[in-house]
Structure formats: C-alpha cells, structure tokens
C-alpha cells in the first residue's frame, strides 16, 4: 500500500512515515492532482517543508476556538468513569479523587514495571459538556458547513492530549496488557486491510475500554477516488466494524490525513460525526510535530501507528515508553479522546 503510494505522489511511505502530518486542508480543493497532494513522509510544520509542500500557513493556531461550551453529540453511547458528574459535582468531584489516588498507585508500580521514568499523569475529571468542535482553520473544504469538523486540537484548557493508533498491523498483546496496566486511554483507527487477519485482538483491545474508529476498508488516498469509491470505503468500514465489533463508529480518519469535500460528505453519509487529525506523531525513538514550537498544546491529538521492529526502530512498548516521557515530561496527561470529541 505504502509502496504504490508512494509511486502515486512521488514520496517515501518507509517505515516510521507513513502518515506523518500533511498539509490536510489542502487536499480540499487538491482533487487528484499530485502537486498539492499530501506530503507523505514529511511532517507539514518541518522546517524547509512549508514552501514546497504547498501547506495551510500555521499560524492559525491562535485563531482556533477556545471555547467550551455547547453540546456536541451524545454522551451515553460510550463507556468509561465519570459519569455521575451531572447530579452531584462535589460528590462526583470527590468520588473521581478516591478512584484517581488509587488509579494512580498502580499506574506507579506499572510504569516501574513497563520502564517509564515517570509516572503517567492522571486525566483530569472529563469535561461536564464536550466541546464544541469546529475545523481547524486552513482545513476547510469549500461549503464546509454542515460536514464533519477537522481538527487537529480539540478544544479545552486542560493540560491534556489524546493517543490515537492508526492502521492495525501489528497486534503486540504486549502493548494491550502495557496500556492497561498503565491506565492510558487511547483510541484505535483500524483499516480492515490489516485488521482482517485477526480481529480477535482488536475485540480485546475493545473488552479493554478502547474506542475503535474508521480509518476506510483499504487505506487509499481517498482524494485520488470519485464520491462513489470514497463512500463505498468509508461506509463499508463503517458497516465492517459494526459487523465486527458490534458499533458504529462516530469518529472517522482519512488515511494520510487527506481528503477534499466528497470524503467529507461520504463520511457524512455513513454517520461519522467528527474527523480527528493530529498535531504530533509519536515513533519509538522520537516525535515528529505539526506546530513550529515543536511542542505540546492543550487538547493537542497524538498520532503513532500499529508497528513492529521490522518497520520502525522498536516494539510498541518502546514507543509506548517513548511518547509518555514526553507527555509526562511536559505535564501532561493522556486523556480519554471520546470523553471530548
Ligand atoms: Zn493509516
């Protein structure tokens, strides 16, 4: 898959960039033309890339909502802890303390156990309303009214990011027993190319209190594809995981990052209700960044993928243990993704 596309937009797909950071909003009006298509491999924000790549200017950053009101979408379709908060704050406030201390006691022997120089951080209580979502500015698609927002921040002002894990290739149980046993949330966007040959252990993964969302049925550069095709991949992932794992997911990501108006209204279509894109890569032995300050940002959503050694430098622990020096080093925690989006 990588290869062909690579061929497709005359860019490396090798291991540990595939799906760095890409000028996304551009592909809006790009179509299938390959000048303005995504720079695979190379992160959008990298220094020297920005004239080429033919990316959004970045310093939308402070333009993007702040906001935290408004309702966005149902609530009680997904699991977790919490809850309780809209009868009692104080109570739920309180409760939420006593599960955190705990929590927060084995997530110390864990990281020990894992090798994490520090101990993950604990979420903060989820926000009583989710934030409104809206795009990112530079990654609209012409009349974006009305379609699924783009981000790649959700909006809060918490010292909180996201995990997201992309594709599905490598299924380490490792990395399962590691993410529970640390109590990290993240979430899981699963191309059923690579998924199909065991979706056992993404139904653990699931059993484990993981969201799974859709990442297409085949991983194509959905730009390149007419309205039908994109529909036809998008919810036909949609109607695959229901099969599979029982749910329809509400959240959709675009392979590469990339997609114009007609995924948009595909996705729509098939019911997603918001599209997550990322503002930082994690790999086992470094981090690639969207933003110039090559640095975390309050509700920033962290991308890395399903890998194993023979494709990046490690295993999924070690990038595990990678990213969460990072976060962990800058303050921040690791927040569940379907509590805010
Ligand atoms: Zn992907």
């Known amino acids: 898959m990588c290869a062909l596309l690579a061929m497709a937009v005359g860019s490396g797909c090798a291991a540990g960039s595939g799906q760095a950071p890409v000028a996304a909003g551009a592909t809006g009006n790009a179509g299938a033309s390959g000048s303005a298509a995504p720079v695979h491999g190379r992160e959008q924000g990298a220094p020297g890339s920005r004239g080429s790549s033919g990316a959004p200017e970045r310093e939308d950053r402070k333009g993007e909502p702040a906001g935290e009101g408004g309702e966005a979408g149902s609530r009680k379709d997904e699991g977790g802890e919490g809850r309780e908060r809209a009868g009692e704050p104080a109570a739920a406030a309180e409760a939420h303390a006593k599960r955190q201390k705990k929590a927060q006691a084995a997530r110390a022997a864990a990281a020990k156990r894992w090798g994490l120089p520090q101990t993950p951080l604990p979420a903060p209580p989820p926000p009583a309303e989710k934030p409104r979502l809206t795009t990112r500015k530079g990654f609209e698609v012409d009349r974006h009214t009305g379609l699924p927002p783009v981000f790649t921040t959700v909006p809060t002002k918490q010292k909180v990011v996201f995990l997201t894990i992309d594709d599905g290739a490598e299924k380490d149980p490792e990395l399962l027993r590691m993410m529970s046993e640390l ?51 998008i919810c036909g992932q949609q109607a695959r995981m ?33 599209v997550p894109l990322w503002a930082a890569e994690a790999f086992p032995d470094h981090m690639e960044w969207r933003e110039w300050d090559r640095d975390l940002h309050p509700g920033d959503i962290i991308l890395t993928h399903f890998r194993g050694k023979g494709e990046w430098k490690g295993s999924m622990p070690d990038m595990i243990r990678q990213v969460m020096q990072v976060v962990t080093a800058k303050g921040y925690a690791v927040a569940r993704l379907e509590d805010y989006v």
């Open 183 to 233: 109590r990290i949330p993240y979430s899981a966007f699963l191309s059923d190319y690579v998924v199909r040959d065991d979706y056992g252990y993404f139904e653990k993964m699931r059993d484990r209190g993981v969201s799974l969302h859709n990442h297409t049925l085949t991983h194509p550069y959905l730009p390149a594809l007419p309205y039908a095709k994109q529909q036809a991949e």
């Open 242 to 274: 229901e099969q599979r794992f029982g749910k329809r997911p509400r959240l959709f990501r675009p392979p590469y990052g990339s997609y114009n108006r007609d995924t948009l209204r595909a996705a729509a279509s098939c019911g997603v209700q918001a």
